[in-house]
């Protein structure tokens, strides 16, 4: 962040207006009453505006017409080339403006609307004691513009007036751009609508310079940024960021490590835990698998007793009567039948699918039974392989 500090210049006053952030935190205006040197007030109006160390701090100077001398220029030859107007009037300022054996800097604009040349001479001994000034003060003059410029973008006024010294400057602007531009001596009643309150006008001269562009034609750079010796608090505040940042380096890699570390050590736990969680699970459906292989092979070892009994049913005569069946395994059984004849049990054992070898094991009894006479036998028989 930047803050800006704009200084009007005349040869009776000075004032300063420091703007920041867009709007304006402190105001003040010196009268140059002959004590103190022109230099020494503007050191001391810098000395007493507040200037947070954090921030950049730097000056544009708004000039009166006392330090720099505005016009229009007419005698030079029609040209579209900004650069080689420049360099014409800077070749030769003499020819345009009064120089008195003090140096001149010069610039120069070039209205793209009509081609009109607007030049401005500037005081270099000026220009030096406001340079020498800010640096004392610690400050960094960044840009200097004549105060028709600056008053520019300070009022919506078309004409404006501005009073240095006996000087009485009288501007008209067309737009945005310089129309007319009049000073003469001891002409305050030039202009009808001119600012009649000089403090407010050099006030709004000093707040227009803190608007003024980086490239406004008319203007003189006269620094560029960081180009000042830095102070001791910026000194201090630097080694103490440095010797921060050399910490943070210093200490980052083996903090970041060790929070590493301990993520992914708790990442291996929580992974632990779930691996064996999924042992668990595996060993439990290992032996789910297993149990349920044992019952289906079981299941395909045993037969269906109800189909046993159905198909023996069906192959015994209706004369013949089952007491007893029993199968010892899955290989064979025995049953115990009464019957007219114990050979029809055997034949009819015979003719079941499922049973093979019938024999008659034992003696064969006989039997009275509702008046009739049946003979009880028992028969072994073994079953078909599955």
Request: charged letters at 25%; glycine letters at 6%; one cysteine or more.
């Amino acid at each position: 962040m930047t803050t800006t500090l704009g200084l009007a210049i005349s040869s009776d006053r000075v004032s300063g207006v420091l703007v920041s952030r867009g709007s304006e935190k402190w105001a003040e205006v010196r009268v140059c009453d002959g004590s103190a040197s022109r230099g020494e007030v503007i050191t001391h109006l810098l000395a007493e505006c507040p200037r947070p160390w954090w921030v950049r701090r730097r000056v544009v100077a708004a000039i009166g017409p006392s330090g720099v001398q505005v016009k229009r220029l007419t005698d030079l030859p029609p040209s579209r080339d900004r650069k080689a107007l420049r360099a014409i009037v800077r070749e030769s300022p003499g020819r345009f403006f009064l120089k008195n054996g003090v140096p001149l800097e010069t610039t120069c604009e070039l209205l793209p609307d009509d081609g009109t040349i607007w030049a401005a001479a500037y005081d270099g001994e000026l220009i030096d004691d406001i340079d020498r000034a800010c640096r004392r003060a610690r400050w960094r003059l960044q840009t200097l513009v004549p105060v028709a410029v600056a008053l520019r973008l300070a009022t919506r006024e078309q004409s404006v007036g501005w009073q240095d010294g006996d000087l009485h400057l009288e501007v008209t602007y067309h737009g945005t751009a310089l129309g007319q531009l009049r000073c003469a001596r001891d002409a305050k009643d030039m202009l009808s609508n001119a600012v009649a309150d000089d403090r407010r006008a050099h006030l709004l001269a000093a707040f227009g310079a803190t608007q003024i562009a980086r490239r406004e034609p008319l203007a003189v750079q006269r620094s560029v940024l960081f180009n000042t010796r830095p102070s001791r608090t910026q000194l201090l505040v630097a080694a103490a960021f440095f010797a921060l940042a050399l910490l943070c380096w210093w200490l980052t890699p083996p903090f970041v490590s060790t929070i590493r570390a301990k993520n992914a050590q708790r990442a291996l736990s929580h992974l632990a835990s779930r691996v064996s969680a999924d042992r668990r699970d595996a060993m439990a459906l290992d032996t789910l698998t297993a149990k349920l292989r044992d019952i289906a092979a079981f299941e395909a070892r045993t037969r269906s007793m109800s189909l046993l009994l159905a198909e023996i049913t069906r192959a015994l005569p209706d004369s013949c009567t089952i007491t007893q069946l029993q199968v010892v395994d899955s290989t064979g059984g025995s049953l115990v039948a009464l019957a007219p004849r114990a050979a029809e049990i055997v034949d009819a054992l015979e003719r079941v699918p499922l049973i093979v070898a019938p024999t008659i094991a034992g003696p064969v009894a006989s039997q009275s039974l509702g008046g009739r006479s049946l003979e009880r036998v028992s028969v072994a028989f073994r079953l078909v392989e599955q």
